[in-house]
């Protein structure tokens, strides 16, 4: 939330959020367990960790949040 509230990126709602995980989902970078409810639902990474620091280094934002 602070790196966000500090680059000025407003917070998504739960409809939103609900929106990306499953394109993240579909693209085989999460796992959404099941559930009726979306705000239930378990999301696991699919992908090494290490993977994604890596390819977010390329990208300043990302290389700074992870500092």
Do not use: H, W, Y
Not at 8 to 20: D, H, K, Q
Not at 24 to 37: A, M, T, V, W
Not at 41 to 59: C, H, P, S, Y
């Amino acid at each position: 939330m602070d790196v966000c509230k500090s680059s000025l990126i407003p917070p998504v709602g739960s409809l939103e959020l609900a929106t990306i995980c499953r394109v993240l989902n579909d693209q085989g970078l999460l796992k959404l367990g099941q559930s009726r409810e979306d705000k239930s639902k378990r999301v696991t990474l699919r992908v090494d960790e290490a993977d994604i620091t890596f390819a977010l280094q390329g990208i300043r934002f990302f290389r700074n949040c992870l500092q």
